[in-house]
């Protein structure tokens, strides 16, 4: 890496049209789990104006009939539409003149079963043409994991402080003292870096709704003295900082309003921020047996515990699938060249493979993710939360015990 170089990462708030329809996706996956842990879900949601669409495979095997064979209507389980409008409500889609509302958003459901053809690769019995009776994987792809020293968190910098600045927006709009702030918010911070080290926050945008009858003299006041200097640290902040607050200078219209929003189109914000790679699968309304999430969620836990091991200071680990297949293609970790205590990136690699199985079902198993916990990973990151299972540093005994 370059001796001196500036690096940016942003964030997008709850109210944001794409974290909108991740928040609504998120919410049916929780509520099939809540029926039933075996659920089967890839919920897509599209939002614009005052409409939501949401559509995708789900299958819930609870709701099958042994006896008839028959299935239960999905909309008999749950109230899909009660699901998508207290998500709205939660995110704060309340406001009188919200053309996008809890309370009156036209609802488009096309939900269907899932694909027999994939449930046969993910299944843990035996189908023609398949070659193991394991559960495999439900699709092909790539997934990185990654962690370093640079945050509490174990996280890159300029990803934790956008996620920050997010977070304390969101928690001053719902506490209801700054009644000029609306649902729609970004945020995104510079921070540069000298020998590999961050040492200063060279600028900081954040973009937010708001009424129209406020000043853009006030919200920029306001967001650098309550929200800016209250999340990043000052020894972070200088006299040089330059201060973006909703540069175009008005914001009244947001939301699904202004502007569409798919579920999965912020995959970066969910991760590292650009920092680390990023195989291309989103997260949100799928449930664990698509490893587009599982197995980012575990290549997270992997490269957390490399770090939190003091095996590395940067950590990056890459592994693939096949559809159907259950062990993966290949498993790489890469350390950057700060590897520590003398070990080599295919040492560890070795002690890796050794404490952790990266099958689909022993991941599921190892984290425990056959259960209602996505609507917590939605926004503010995927990554850096506690609570969290796959941020946990349960593995770094067994892994210095492998590397003795």
């Not at 099939?32 to 559509?55: H, P, Y």
């Not at 195989?279 to 799928?286: L, M, N, P, Q, R």
């Not at 159907?324 to 205590?341: D, I, K």
Request: hydrophobic share 40%; proline share 4%.
């Amino acid at each position: 890496m370059a001796k001196s170089f500036v690096f940016s990462s942003e964030s997008v708030g709850e109210g944001h049209p794409d974290k909108v329809a991740d928040l609504i996706s998120d919410s049916v996956l929780d509520a099939c789990l809540t029926i039933d842990k075996t659920s089967r879900v890839a919920c897509e949601t599209f939002v614009k104006s005052n409409v939501v669409v949401v559509g995708g495979e789900i299958t819930i095997p609870k709701l099958q009939d042994k006896r008839t064979g028959k299935t239960r209507a999905l909309e008999e389980a749950i109230n899909i539409g009660k699901v998508i409008r207290d998500a709205i409500r939660d995110i704060g889609y309340t406001n009188d003149d919200d053309v996008f509302h809890a309370d009156t958003v036209f609802i488009n459901n096309y939900l269907t079963a899932q694909s027999a053809d994939i449930a046969q690769g993910v299944d843990a019995k035996k189908a023609k043409g398949k070659k193991t009776a394991e559960q495999g994987a439900g699709d092909q792809g790539i997934m990185f994991g990654y962690a370093c020293t640079e945050t509490p968190e174990l996280m890159p910098t300029p990803i934790m402080f956008a996620h920050r600045l997010g977070r304390e927006l969101t928690k001053i709009r719902k506490s209801g003292k700054v009644p000029w702030l609306r649902p729609d918010a970004k945020s995104q911070v510079s921070v540069r870096y000298e020998d590999d080290k961050p040492v200063e926050v060279v600028n900081v945008v954040i973009s937010t709704q708001h009424t129209a009858s406020v000043e853009h003299a006030t919200i920029e006041k306001y967001l650098i003295e309550n929200v800016v200097k209250k999340v990043i640290p000052a020894k972070m902040l200088n006299k040089n900082t330059e201060y973006l607050i909703n540069p175009t200078g008005r914001f009244v219209i947001g939301g699904p309003q202004g502007d569409s929003g798919l579920t999965g189109r912020k995959i970066i914000v969910d991760t590292y921020g650009g920092w680390g790679r990023h195989g291309g699968g989103a997260f949100s309304g799928k449930d664990p047996s698509k490893v587009d999430r599982s197995a980012a969620y575990m290549g997270r836990w992997v490269a957390k515990n490399i770090v939190a091991a003091g095996l590395a200071t940067h950590v990056e680990i890459q592994f693939a699938y096949a559809i159907g297949h259950p062990q993966p293609v290949s498993v790489r970790v890469e350390t950057f060249g700060t590897a520590l205590l003398g070990l080599s990136d295919e040492k560890i690699t070795e002690a890796v493979n050794t404490v952790f199985s990266f099958k689909p079902a022993d991941i599921v198993s190892q984290l425990n993710l056959l259960r209602p916990i996505y609507r917590q990973t939605t926004n503010y990151g995927h990554f850096g939360k506690n609570g969290l299972p796959w941020e946990q540093t349960n593995k770094v005994a067994a892994l210095k015990a492998v590397l003795k």
